[in-house]
């Protein structure tokens, strides 16, 4: 076997592990943004957040109040990443709303606007990196 042939077959495979790995991203933030989208609609046709205090109180729940704290500070933790990849702070401030807001709706939704913005040969790590100005 020659080894340029190797290497050409290994250039090969990689751009389809790229690729696959751009597709199961795809897929699985897709599944996340139809969940939460069902989930949060099912929900709020049978009871609003707004009149249901009483669930979210320290003494009555103190698990409901431990997993919102540990979710919004997951919404912080996944919006400094927004923070450092957006370039304006119009984009940073109305992801900021729109992830305290919507919490993994709007966290999903960003991550797939990331990956349908690369090039096919792009990997799926070129979405880490800060956004071109």
Do not use: C
């Not at 389809?16 to 751009?22: L, N, P, S, W």
């Not at 500070?73 to 919507?102: C, D, H, N, P, Q």
């Not at 990331?114 to 100005?133: H, N, V």
């Amino acid at each position: 076997m020659v080894i340029g042939d190797s290497r050409s077959a290994i250039g090969i495979e990689a751009v389809e592990v790229r690729r696959d790995m751009k597709l199961v991203l795809k897929m699985l933030f897709a599944a996340i943004l139809v969940y939460m989208i069902g989930m949060t609609t099912w929900v709020s046709l049978h009871k609003s957040i707004v009149l249901s205090p009483s669930e979210f109180s320290w003494t009555g729940s103190p698990w409901a109040v431990a997993t919102l704290f540990d979710a919004y500070l997951g919404f912080i933790t996944f919006y400094t990443w927004v923070a450092y990849k957006e370039t304006s702070w119009a984009a940073r401030v109305i992801w900021f709303l729109l992830i305290m807001g919507l919490g993994n709706i709007a966290m999903s939704s960003y991550v797939l606007i990331q990956l349908f913005r690369l090039r096919p040969e792009q990997p799926a790590r070129e979405i880490l990196g800060r956004s071109r100005a």
